[in-house]
């Protein structure tokens, strides 16, 4: 279904309305119609856009139409080039996937859930009516187990509401511990038939983020590897994603990984190693999928590091 949708093969669009100073200059100008055109030419059928609340939301829960009009001139220029959207929501009120951001409280606060679901009853009915160009990702990223029962209750709260609205929309929903498709197997059966399966990938963190400044403590941010020291291969991917797999067989679901990569501190080349061993996964099980990321991030697929390697990786991402 995905494929035949065109949500298969994507590229995220991070840091444009998430994750940065939200000044009127960086979303202006960090990404643009050229960027929209470019994906496009490359042979990418979406992308997906991350948006953090406080871009669309005020804080007494009203929507901001100027932050709605940004979305709208994404969904319009991703129309342009034949690109479907995935409107991701990457922060919402009382949680971030990032501990730095300070969010708190949302798995028990009424108050924030019913800002969560106005956020997403919003994009139904505004976004809703065109299943064919857009789907929802409700929530990037829950991070601690102890979240999960709160989450499949708010999860399946907000799908009602969003069906009231986009019946056909497709929604992906994602378990915890960073959306890991290990935990994956322990979410409920889908809500309907357009529900699917999300998971992140960035396996094994000791290789993709190695050097990453923004991890904690506990991981050792000197320590650098390549692919074959990082124990990771093909074989290694088959085995950690197998039970994701399963569950989505069990359930009749779709899978979606909506953000994988390899940070911009590990050699291109061996960079190319693990996206050749994961891609060849993901071709077998027809994982539909979205790279982290277009531009900069510490992962951008249109830096200048990349242009050696460019067209082998997008040959492996696209095929």
Known sequence: ?????????????????????YSEERMDTFITEADFARIAGWG??????????????????????????RIDAAV???????????????KTPGFSFDAGE???????????????????????????????????????????RDYLPAWKRISRECVRRIRMYAPETLILLGSYQWNSA???????????ARVVYNFHFYEPHSFTHQGAYWMDESFDKSRRLSFAESGASEAWFEDFLAPAFEKARSEGAEL??????????????????????????????GVARALWSYKQMDFGLADARMDGVRGELLELLLS
Not at 45 to 68: A, F, S
Not at 182 to 192: G, M, N, V
């Open 1 to 21: 279904m995905l494929k035949e949708l065109g949500f298969y093969k994507g590229v995220n669009l991070g840091g444009w309305l998430s994750q940065c100073d």
């Open 44 to 69: 990418f059928d979406h992308v997906r856009l991350p948006v953090d609340y406080n871009v669309v939301q005020n804080e007494d829960g009203t929507m901001k139409e100027g932050g709605l009009r």
């Open 76 to 90: 319009a220029l991703a129309r342009k080039y034949g690109l479907r959207l995935v409107l991701d929501l990457h």
């Open 102 to 144: 300070h969010e708190a409280g949302f798995f028990d606060s009424e108050a924030f859930q019913e800002k969560f679901y106005a956020i997403w009853e919003c994009f139904a009915a505004r976004y809703g009516t065109d299943p064919a160009q857009l789907a929802f990702e409700l929530l990037n990223e829950v991070t601690q």
């Open 182 to 192: 290990r935990t994956l197997p322990e979410l409920d059966a889908p809500y309907d």
């Open 256 to 285: 979606y990984c909506g953000e994988f990569g390899v940070i911009d501190v590990v050699p291109c080349e061996e960079a190319l190693k693990w996206f050749r061993a994961l891609c060849a996964v993901f071709k077998r099980h």
